[in-house]
């Protein structure tokens, strides 16, 4: 049974940083991209950065020069790397993996960010 396991969320004062980890425990197929997703009370989920295998990356514009993804294929894990974090950023972050016949989801991780 695949689980995405996530870790690094917590409170933290606008301005500050957050290292956001998904560990995945299992076997998923064929992975290919790699993701975040947040999701705001009141909001839609939102894809906030995605990383293809081959290393290829994309942000939501309102995170770009402040967040950065990077993944670990021989741990099976991906990161967010959150800086210059803004009361807006707050929401529960969720990790999504893609394999070749499914999408995995983990259980999100909460940010909080104060003003």
């Known amino acids: 049974q695949v689980q995405l396991v996530e870790s690094g969320g917590g409170l933290v004062q606008a301005g500050g940083s957050l290292r956001l980890s998904c560990a995945i425990s299992?076997?998923?197929?064929?992975?290919?991209?790699m993701a975040w997703y947040r999701q705001a009370p009141g909001k839609q989920r939102e894809l906030v950065a995605a990383?293809?295998?081959?290393?290829?990356?994309r942000y939501t514009d309102s995170v770009k020069g402040r967040f950065t993804i990077s993944r670990d294929n021989a741990k099976n894990a991906v990161y967010l790397q959150m800086s210059s974090l803004k009361p807006e950023d707050t929401a529960v972050y969720y990790c999504?993996?893609?394999?070749?016949?499914?999408?995995?989801w983990g259980q999100g991780t909460q940010v909080t960010v104060s003003s």
């Open positions: 299992g076997s998923i197929f064929g992975i290919n991209t």
């Open positions: 999504n993996v893609v394999g070749t016949y499914s999408k995995y």
């Open positions: 990383i293809t295998s081959g290393g290829n990356t």
